[in-house]
């Protein structure tokens, strides 16, 4: 450190450094930054943070390049050498790997000198026991340092030497455990061969027992034999590691490698290294057979499970398809079964992911090997749990398959689910499962109904991770499979139909078959959903349904070979044809109606298929959507019910919403697309009838009365989740049911105490049957104990049979009533889902037709549900309704920028309307409900207002200036006023009387923004509450939006100077007198009127001073000047702080300075006999005598004249420094003018109406203690404005003088304002310095 220092500081130094203060501290102040910020890379350095680490460890090594030959490299080397043996465990590797990259970047440093200095530093032979374990590490990552520089490998010197040193750390196992070895396998596997030729005889044992005695001697056995084979076999012989009497000694070492990457999770790389040996020296079946599977797995225990788990994964890319049949249908790949079924807790290991990963790089790195491919991914699904496989039914590393290995596996699938081989499946049973006496757990059939659920899914599960450009044959291949055998059944086999050509070895069980046809649905909306082209087409434009219905039409029309399993009745078949005709129709529509007819078409076609599983109200859909479509086709304006060509048959849209919301009752999220797409093409001709329609969804009343939807529950695709779970908890069923058990006891023992509180029935057919059971046996009036004791054992008999057969009814009772409300919660929950599915439509319509008249009719509907929601959303399905619900509102229906422009006759019902609006907003019981009515009825007034403004209007006449403001009627933007302004008055004050009104400030506030010449009109009921017999909260509300309102722009527009001058004097008088009072808060609701009036009252005065109005202030001057002093006492008491604040905000707008605080007082007054200058004086403390002595004589008196305000007022303090030559720059222009023109007092009323505005001195920050009026002395707010205070001249150096004051210190006085030159103060404050600088020298 003491070099680097001296070469610090013998460095030259850099030119204009050298200052007055001397070379030396310069230079000592650079060599301290200099030193401290290279000192600090080494406290990084070993930082846990990587980042940090790395970064301190690059700019170490840029500092370092630029002083190659300096002492910091050596102070670097020595301090890194240093760290590698401190206390810290985490330390360590960090400055072992700063050595590596400094001796990698520096190749001039020599290996063998760093290593002989960390041998001197951390000497094994002179290290005291405390400190051998640092030593030894030390040392160790010493040697690490070296090879990871990449530089040890080239100096065979400092090799040799770092294998001797490795050497004898290894005698200290207890400390180092494996990990000399370890570096020194790593060592030597970097070293050329004959280099390891050389040192393997120094390193390795020619004994088999020393290798075979732990996993580093036995890796860097199988190295050697990998680079130096003849060399090995001349220093130990031929040896066979396979042979009988070495298999279980390799067992034993591999158990020790397992245990040692226990925490890494990782593979030994002697497992790997023996892996590789087997398969070279072909004795690949004994080791798996005996070291894997009969040594490893013997004796289960999860480290070596999980070595043998990840030695599985990878050797898959090792093994040939001869080999693989051996790894995959063995004791540890039901091994693995067993731990994918059995790991299901959350704090379980789970190995799926980590397997995953191996799978999946073996299928990415051999696409051009199919056979294998699909080898592999055959073998993990055959892996079943009684014929459930154990992998998911979606499985990602299906992706990487080639097209090739695609199609077989899909072939697979198809024919193990057509005729399963449960003898060439993995098959196992866990413990649990092989304790369970049921013996139909362990059917064949049971295990083919598992097996054909999990192969349905997956195929479809497939097509989620294909491209369905690329791979269209496959799925077509799977969607018409699925469909086959969701709905026919094979008669007799064609070449027309490759379904048909196989047949099942095991009959198709109903529920099979329903699953499925639930996951032909699924492909559907997978289909419908991924395509890349358009939605649901293929290749040649066609929807995938459309190819499928075609499908379907060919399956009907070959009844001889194909046979369906709900066969068509005439009427059904005369509706499928009719379908298909539609279908051809709505291909040949002209392009302008293009997408109208791609939707309907979706429409027909997913209705045909939905024949096949319901047919009857299939057909009845399918007649009533052909004769819409035609209806909606054909007519080229939108028709209403009074143009229909019949009058009784209900328009064509009203029959089709129908029938969508019948297709949304159904719990498919295909059904959902599909509606929202064709109620896209047709809410243009939406009728009032057909929305009323979709509106009665959503009223629980009404819908509770008509049950024409039925809303159906996804039974079938709970059954599928249901039936792929239920292997999954095989295992954890037992504790799981006897949870259940527990809990539904649990709920029937509530269940039956509250039947007993309030079931008066009950207890008295109880207390019936005890009184016949007592009479049974015993006589009338005796004791009780008498009674048992007389019971006979027919009558005890005949008791307890009653009593059981009353419990049993009782417990029948209560079991109904829990199923009746198990009942109706699950149909409440229907009913909700139904409605989030309704709000599509309407979320469609507001989007697609905002300008139409029948959004405003969704208004009420939507806010009733948002009411009721808010009222009752406990349960998560509540709370989607309202937040989609309140969504549609808000964005889509309120903010929207589109709204509508014709509403007829609709003028007068809208008008009421937002009147109605209005009123319930003000009865609702929360605020945030309120404010979704208060926005409604803005909605509203913007409809009107914009309905008006777009009917033509008489052009103005030319001579009327264009930039002249619209008033009165045109500037309410055609709204009519004498309607709304009662509407809102009501409600306002409403809102200013009320003790609880839902209704707030930004309600209103929002309201007067958006219509200026309403909030005109509602101006006066306002300021009516600003005083009065109002409440103070409700005061204070008044206030505050007096305050937001009036300073908009809007606003005042709509009114001329003369009434706005006269409307801010009117709000200034009301609120002089609530600052009556001001100080006297007691209540939480006054102190808040008192902060609304000053806030509003500072608001005035601006608006005053921005537009010069004339307002007379006399009054409210008076009133403030009178509450300063309880205002004072009160902030010092209570620490009211803000109002304080605002109070002074507004003295300062009518010229009064704020006073000091107490604290600041008490330190800075001095006592009144002292001499204020002295004072200053004394404090500076460097002013020499000879300065005292010259100054002038006439600086007594001045002083004692300054100093008697001071002493009089005990509120200012004596200016002294800066802020006495501020204010005699100040004073001196200000006596200059007062001597030129006298001025008469001013008034109040001049305060903000001034002429001019008064000129700013040249440093404004400066508050000055002087206050002048036109050149006049500060006039006393406590005196008459027109008494005048005498002021004697400035003496030429020392305080200027001051006239008596009050107690209140004051700014500069705003009563009067007169222009002043800023000039003038300028030359003033340039004579004074001249005459300072003069009177300072010697």
């Not at 200095?117 to 094994?124: A, P, S």
């Not at 419908?528 to 358009?534: I, P, Y």
């Not at 300063?1124 to 109002?1139: I, P, V």
């Not at 604040?1141 to 001095?1166: H, T």
Request: with cysteine; proline share 6%.
């Amino acid at each position: 450190m003491a070099e680097m220092e001296s070469q610090d500081v013998a460095e030259p130094m850099a030119p204009g450094e050298a200052s007055e203060s001397g070379a030396r501290p310069a230079d000592r102040e650079g060599l301290l930054k200099h030193s401290r910020e290279f000192l600090d890379f080494f406290w990084d350095i070993a930082k846990p943070q990587q980042e940090t680490r790395l970064e301190a460890t690059e700019k170490l090594l840029e500092y370092l390049r630029a002083r190659p030959q300096g002492a910091e490299m050596k102070y670097a080397l020595k301090r890194l050498i240093t760290g590698l043996g401190v206390g810290r465990e985490t330390a360590r590797p960090c400055y072992s790997l700063a050595l590596a990259q400094l001796l990698q970047s520096f190749e001039d440093i020599p290996l063998c000198s760093i290593l002989q200095q960390i041998q001197e530093k951390h000497d094994l032979q002179k290290v005291k026991k405390a400190t051998m374990r640092p030593a030894l590490f030390a040392n160790l990552f010493g040697v690490l340092a070296l090879f990871q520089s990449g530089r040890l490998v080239k100096d065979s010197e400092a090799l040799m030497k770092s294998v001797k040193l490795l050497q004898t750390l290894a005698q200290h196992h207890n400390h180092l455990q494996e990990q000399p070895q370890k570096a020194l396998v790593d060592i030597l596997s970097e070293v050329p061969e004959a280099t390891l030729q050389e040192i393997l005889p120094k390193v390795l044992r020619a004994d088999l027992n020393s290798v075979l005695g732990s996993p580093e001697h036995l890796e860097l056995f199988l190295l050697a034999r990998q680079k130096v084979p003849r060399k090995l076999e001349e220093l130990m012989g031929p040896v066979s590691l396979f042979s009988d009497e070495n298999v279980p000694r390799l067992v034993s070492v591999l158990k020790m490698a397992a245990a040692s990457v226990k925490k890494e999770r990782k593979l030994p790389a002697v497992a790997l290294d023996l892996l590789r040996l087997a398969l070279q020296e072909g004795k690949f079946p004994r080791f798996w057979k005996d070291v894997v599977e009969q040594g490893l797995l013997k004796k289960q225990s999860w480290p070596a499970s999980y070595l043998c788990f990840r030695l599985l994964g990878a050797a898959l890319p090792l093994l040939s398809a001869e080999q693989l049949p051996l790894v995959m249908r063995g004791d540890l790949i039901r091994h693995f079964g067993e731990h994918m079924v059995t790991a299901k807790l959350p704090n379980q290991f789970k190995f799926a992911p980590e397997m995953n990963e191996y799978v999946g790089a073996f299928l990415e790195g051999c696409r051009a090997d199919p056979e294998r491919q699909l080898a592999v991914v055959v073998a993990f699904t055959s892996v079943t749990n009684q014929g459930l496989p154990v992998l998911p039914t979606f499985w990602r590393v299906v992706r990487f398959l080639s097209p090739p290995a695609l199609k077989g596996y899909v072939a697979w699938l198809r024919t193990m689910f057509l005729q399963p081989d449960l003898d060439s499946l993995v098959d196992f049973s866990t413990s649990n499962q092989k304790k369970a006496q049921d013996a139909s757990l362990h059917v064949p059939e049971r295990a083919v109904s598992r097996l054909r659920k999990w192969l349905i899914l997956r195929l479809v599960s497939i097509v989620d991770t294909l491209h369905v450009e690329k791979e269209e044959d496959v799925i077509e291949e799977v969607a018409r499979f699925c469909f086959f055998h969701s709905f026919f059944e094979a008669k007799k086999p064609t070449s027309q139909i490759p379904e048909t050509e196989q047949r099942f070895s095991f009959p198709l069980e109903s529920r099979t078959r329903e699953v499925v046809g639930s996951a032909f649905f699924s492909l559907l909306q997978t289909l419908s959903a991924q395509c890349r082209q358009a939605p649901g087409q293929t290749q040649d434009s066609q929807p995938w349904t459309y190819r499928l219905v075609r499908f379907a039409d060919s399956l009907l029309n070959h009844s001889r070979n194909v046979a369906a399993l709900t066969p068509f009745t005439a009427q059904q078949r005369q509706a499928w044809d009719r379908m298909l005709q539609s279908v051809r129709e709505l291909e040949a529509t002209s392009s302008g109606a293009r997408a109208k007819a791609a939707a309907f078409q979706h429409l027909l076609l997913l209705v045909g298929i939905y024949l096949f599983k319901s047919p009857t109200e299939s057909c009845d859909l399918l007649g009533d959507i052909q004769t819409c479509i035609k209806k909606s086709l054909g007519e080229k304006t939108r028709r209403t019910r009074s143009k229909a060509t019949n009058p009784q048959e209900p328009p064509w849209v009203e029959v089709l919403v129908e029938i969508l919301l019948a297709l949304l009752a159904q719990p498919s999220h295909l059904m959902r697309q599909v509606a929202r797409s064709v109620f896209s093409h047709i809410c243009s001709h939406l009728t009032p009838h057909a929305l009323q329609l979709i509106l009665d969804v959503l009223n629980p009343e009404k819908n509770a009365d008509e049950d024409s939807v039925v809303v159906t529950d996804g039974s079938e695709e709970q059954l599928e989740g249901a039936e792929d779970r239920s292997s999954d908890g095989e295992d954890d069923r037992a504790s799981a049911g006897e949870e259940d058990s527990g809990d539904d006891s649990d709920d029937d023992s509530e269940e039956e105490d509250r039947d007993a509180d309030v079931d008066q029935g009950f207890r008295e057919q109880l207390m019936a049957v005890l009184r016949a059971g007592k009479a049974l046996g015993a006589v009338d009036g005796e004791d009780d104990d008498d009674d048992g004791d007389e019971l006979g054992d027919e009558a005890m008999m005949a008791l307890d049979q009653n009593l059981a057969s009353l419990f049993a009814e009782q417990k029948l009772r209560i079991q109904a009533r829990k199923d009746e409300k198990d009942k109706l919660r699950k149909e409440k929950v229907l009913r909700r889902d139904f409605q989030i599915r309704v709000l599509d439509l309407i979320e469609v319509l507001v989007t697609k037709q905002p300008e139409s008249p029948l959004v405003l009719e969704l208004l009420e509907p939507l806010l009733d549900v948002i009411r009721r929601s808010m009222r009752t959303s406990s349960t998560k399905q509540e709370q989607d309704l309202l937040h989609k619900t309140a969504r549609i509102f808000t964005h889509h229906l309120c903010r929207s920028r589109h709204y509508c422009h014709d509403v007829g006759r609709l003028v007068g019902t809208l008008y009421a309307q937002v009147e109605r609006l209005v009123q319930q907003a003000g009865r609702q019981a929360d605020a945030a409900v309120s404010l979704y009515y208060f926005n409604a009825a803005l909605y509203l007034l913007r409809v009107l207002k914009g309905n008006a403004a777009g009917k033509p209007v008489c052009k103005a006449p030319k001579k009327e200036k264009a930039g002249s403001q619209p008033k009165g009627p045109e500037a309410a933007g055609g709204l009519d006023l004498s309607l709304v302004t009662p509407i809102y008055s009501s409600a306002l004050t409403s809102f200013l009387t009320r003790r609880n009104s839902p209704l707030t400030v930004t309600m209103f506030l929002s309201l007067f923004s958006r219509h200026p010449v309403l909030c005109k009109s509602l101006l006066p009921v306002v300021i009516q509450h600003v005083t009065g017999p109002a409440r103070p909260r409700h005061q204070a509300q008044a206030c505050l939006l007096l305050q937001k309102a009036l300073p908009t722009r809007e606003l005042r527009v709509c009114f001329d100077d003369p009434e706005w001058e006269q409307l801010v004097s009117q709000i200034l008088a009301k609120v002089t007198e609530n600052l009556r009072t001001l100080g006297e808060a007691q209540t939480k609701s006054e102190q808040q009127k008192e902060l609304a009036s000053l806030g509003l009252l500072n608001t005035l005065f601006r608006t005053i001073h921005q537009e010069k109005l004339t307002v007379d202030l006399t009054a409210v001057l008076g009133v403030l000047q009178s509450k300063q002093q309880s205002l004072q006492q009160r902030e010092c008491a209570a620490g009211s702080s803000r109002l304080y604040d605002l109070y002074w905000q507004a003295m300062k707008a009518l010229g009064v300075q704020r006073p000091k605080s107490g604290k600041k007082e008490a330190k800075e007054v001095p006592s009144v006999t002292q001499n204020p200058v002295s004072t200053k004086r004394k404090k500076k403390g460097f002013l020499p005598e000879t300065k005292k002595r010259k100054k002038p004589k006439s600086e007594g008196p001045a002083q004692e004249e300054g100093a008697r305000p001071a002493a009089a007022g005990e509120q200012q303090p004596p200016s002294t420094g800066k802020k006495r030559r501020n204010r005699r720059k100040a004073t001196v222009p200000a006596q200059a003018q007062a001597k030129q023109r006298p001025a008469p007092a001013p008034t109040a009323a001049a305060a903000l109406t001034g002429p001019g505005t008064p000129a700013k001195t040249p440093k404004p920050k400066k508050k000055r203690k002087l206050s002048q009026v036109n050149g006049a002395a500060a006039v006393s707010p406590a005196e008459p404005a027109g008494k005048k205070q005498p002021q004697k001249d400035l003496p030429e150096k020392g305080v200027s003088g001051k006239c008596p004051q009050s107690a209140l210190p004051r700014k500069k006085a705003r009563l009067s304002l007169a222009s002043r030159s800023p000039s003038l103060l300028q030359s003033g404050a340039k004579r004074k310095k001249a005459q300072l600088r003069k009177a300072r020298k010697p």
